[in-house]
Each structure stands twice: as structure tokens, then as C-alpha cells.
Nanobody
Framework: QVQLVESGGGLVQPGGSLRLSCAAS????????MGWYRQGPGKERELVAA???????SYADSVKGRFTISRDNAKNTAYLQMNSLKPEDTAVYYC?????????????????WGQGTLVTVSE
């Protein structure tokens, strides 16, 4: 079983910044790919940023140029630096891990999710 603990969310004004953290533990073998997801009100969960064990990154078009994913392999921890936040970024943010980078896009494959961290972008 994989345990995922997300933190760092909060209320921020449009244009502001937040840094999210995700600590993964449990049944993790090697250095997995890690991804950040979000689920806004009335929307499906979507992948917004991914990073593989070697540091290759991908981003959803909606966050490109504003969000940066990074990781600490020794700690199995991922970070999401979010800048220039917009009201449409409001969502619960989750992270997850997968041995295969390309499978991060298949959200139905994940059996375990953390509790998420709420990001609210509002005046």
C-alpha cells in the first residue's frame, strides 16, 4: 500500500503563489514517476504536472509557464511551485506515484490517493 500526504494548500489572491509538498511512502520500489493532479468543483481529476526519476517534466497546457514540479528522490517527495495563480486553479490538489511515467496520465489506474490539499484562489 502507498501512503501519500499532500500539504501546502490555502487561500491566495489571484496572481499569488503557493508551494505544495507531497510525501510518498509505503510500497514504493525504486524511484517512481510522480505526478500532481487536481480536481476542481464539478470537474474530473486531471494531471497537471509530472516528473520522472531522471527529472523529465510535463505540464498541462493550462499551467505551463506558471507551475513547476520538482522532487527529492532521497525522500520520495514531490513539490509543486504554483505562481501567477488564477481563480480557475481553485481545486483540491493530489499527488501520486507510478513506476511507469506514461501511466501517470491514466488516473483510473490508481488504487490509493491521499487526502489532498485545497487551493483556493480568490479575492
Amino acid at each position: 500500500q502507498v501512503q501519500l500526504v499532500e500539504s501546502g494548500g490555502g487561500l491566495v489572491q489571484p496572481g499569488g503563489s503557493l508551494r505544495l509538498s507531497c510525501a510518498a511512502s509505503g510500497s514504493i520500489f525504486g524511484i517512481p514517476a510522480m505526478g500532481w493532479y487536481r480536481q476542481g468543483p464539478g470537474k474530473e481529476r486531471e494531471l497537471v504536472a509530472a516528473i520522472n526519476s531522471g527529472g523529465i517534466r510535463s505540464y498541462a497546457d493550462s499551467v505551463k509557464g506558471r507551475f513547476t514540479i520538482s522532487r527529492d528522490n532521497a525522500k520520495n517527495t514531490a513539490y509543486l511551485q504554483m505562481n501567477s495563480l488564477k481563480p480557475e486553479d481553485t481545486a483540491v490538489y493530489y499527488c501520486n506515484v507510478h513506476p511507469i511515467y506514461e501511466r501517470l496520465w491514466v488516473t483510473s489506474e490508481f488504487e490509493y490517493w491521499g487526502q489532498g490539499t485545497l487551493v483556493t484562489v480568490s479575492e
